[in-house]
Structures are given as structure tokens and as C-alpha cells.
T-cell receptor
Framework: DAGVIQSPRHEVTEMGQEVTLRCKPI?????LFWYRQTMMRGLELLIY????????DSGMPEDRFSAKMPNASFSTLKIQPSEPRDSAVYFC????????????FGPGTRLTVT | GDSVTQMEGPVTLSEEAFLTINCTYT??????LFWYVQYPGEGLQLLLK?????DKGSNKGFEATYRKETTSFHLEKGSVQVSDSAVYFC??????????FGPGTRLSVLP
């Protein structure tokens, strides 16, 4: 299996621009998670989906952030408009029901907002 | 809710030294416990896991034993290498709860 795939790996954008991060979970996994990692706040859960349905979005910082999962093999995290404080590494992870609780992480997208 | 506490870093060791990174947890029911490792510029990788009390997880020379009586899951390695330099996260998964990560412990191994 190719593992969790994220794109782009690096994104540099200017404040006010829209940013879209993409994730392809491991085939057959029915849970998908979006995390944000910063030096100051560590690893934060933003939102997770089960069977393409958002279950808990309490970690989404504000309305500028939105996430979708139109099908079992694709999810997006969008920031509009972006701000410098959104600079972080964003990780996607997936998990399969019946396989235990462990999550499998993608390589992350490093976002820099100038 | 469930929580995980792990020792603050950074931890700096010489090559071939013994490593212990402490992790304790608070949880209801029967959680599963995990150690993840994050190498520079990469995502988190599952290092080892234990799903019930007294289980020992092991991988790449690392070990951790699920101790319910002390609510602990300490990570150990008998002889660290420079290539083990990374950030290590203790984590907990439990029924009906969000997955919980500790804050991470940065390990630096010097040649």
C-alpha cells in the first residue's frame, strides 16, 4: 500500500489567499483525521470523518477553515483567507475499523503564509 | 476525558546509552497504548503498540510494557544510535474517545 498521500508537500502563499490541502487515505480505511502541528501548540486535531461524514470539527480554529470528504479516497482542508498564524505543518491520518485504534499518518504539508 | 503525560525533553544521550522516556495515562475502560516516532521533516510513524495490560510492544529495539497498576507505558531501548534522534509521542486510543497524543519528547543522540 502507498500509505496516506498528501499534496502539496510544501505551500507558500501570501496572506489573504485561499489554500487547499489534499489527502488520500489508505484504501479501505473509513476514518480520516486532519491535524495541525506547530512548535507552540504541538499536535492538534482539527476534524475527523467517519465514512465520509464529519464527526467532530471542534478543533477547527475558525470559520476560515473548512474540510470536505466527497468520497472515501479523497479529502480537502481549505483555508480562506489564509493568515500568517496559519503557518504550520498539516497532517492527514487514516484508520480502519476493526484494525485497532492506531492511525497512519501522511508526510504532511508544510504551509507558510507570508 | 482521557489524557497522556510524558516527560519533557529534550533528552540528549551518547550513542549506545540506555534510553527511557516516561509516559503515564489517565483513562476509563480498556485503552490501547502507542508510541509514535517523528523523524525530522516527516510524519508520525507507529513505532509500537500494546492493547491490554501486561502486553509488551516492541520494534526496532524499542520496548514498552502496558502497566495498568501504574498506568504507565514507558519507552525503553538498551543502546541508542544516532539514527534514533527524533521526537517520540506516547498516545492512547479508547472506545468513544478521541485519540490522545502526549506533547512529544525530543531525543538527540550524539556520536
Amino acid at each position: 500500500d502507498a500509505g496516506v498521500i498528501q499534496s502539496p508537500r510544501h505551500e507558500v502563499t501570501e496572506m489573504g489567499q485561499e489554500v487547499t490541502l489534499r489527502c488520500k487515505p489508505i484504501s479501505g480505511h473509513d476514518y480520516l483525521f486532519w491535524y495541525r502541528q506547530t512548535m507552540m501548540r504541538g499536535l492538534e486535531l482539527l476534524i475527523y470523518f467517519n465514512n465520509n461524514v464529519p464527526i467532530d470539527d471542534s478543533g477547527m480554529p475558525e470559520d476560515r477553515f473548512s474540510a470536505k470528504m466527497p468520497n472515501a479516497s479523497f479529502s480537502t482542508l481549505k483555508i480562506q483567507p489564509s493568515e500568517p498564524r496559519d503557518s504550520a505543518v498539516y497532517f492527514c491520518a487514516s484508520r480502519g475499523t476493526g484494525e485497532g485504534y492506531e492511525q497512519y499518518f501522511g508526510p504532511g504539508t508544510r504551509l507558510t503564509v507570508t | 476525558g482521557d489524557s497522556v503525560t510524558q516527560m519533557e525533553g529534550p533528552v540528549t544521550l551518547s550513542e549506545e546509552a540506555f534510553l527511557t522516556i516516561n509516559c503515564t495515562y489517565t483513562a476509563t475502560g480498556y485503552p490501547s497504548l502507542f508510541w509514535y516516532v517523528q523523524y525530522p521533516g516527516e510524519g508520525l510513524q507507529l513505532l509500537l503498540k500494546a492493547t491490554k495490560a501486561d502486553d509488551k510492544g516492541s520494534n526496532k529495539g524499542f520496548e514498552a510494557t502496558y502497566r495498568k497498576e501504574t498506568t504507565s507505558f514507558h519507552l525503553e531501548k538498551g543502546s541508542v544510535q544516532v539514527s534514533d534522534s527524533a521526537v517520540y509521542f506516547c498516545a492512547l486510543g479508547n472506545y468513544g474517545q478521541n485519540f490522545v497524543f502526549g506533547p512529544g519528547t525530543r531525543l538527540s543522540v550524539l556520536p
